[in-house]
């Protein structure tokens, strides 16, 4: 399984940018036998993350409490994960 994480600069979002780049990503992925499956974790939240998830694909898999991020006062991050076959 491949992670896929990114970033949009804010002067580039809303245009499509992060789509296309996981597309590409995916394909890369698939075409050079790196991986058999992407996964993306975002907060449930981030409605243009789930958003590019949706759109590139992938499937909502279930919400799960992140052991590496946490919110200041130092509660873990609720992720939901979104997985795609490749």
Known sequence: MV????????WARRRGVAVEAVRLI????RTNHIG????????PENEAS???ARKCGFTYVRDFSSTTDTHDDGTP?????YLLDL
């Open 77 to 81: 991050v609720t992720m939901s994960l």
């Open 26 to 29: 995916c394909e890369f992925v």
């Open 3 to 10: 992670n896929v994480s990114y970033a949009v600069h804010p």
């Open 36 to 43: 058999t499956r992407a996964a993306i974790r975002v907060e």
């Open 50 to 52: 789930v958003g590019v």
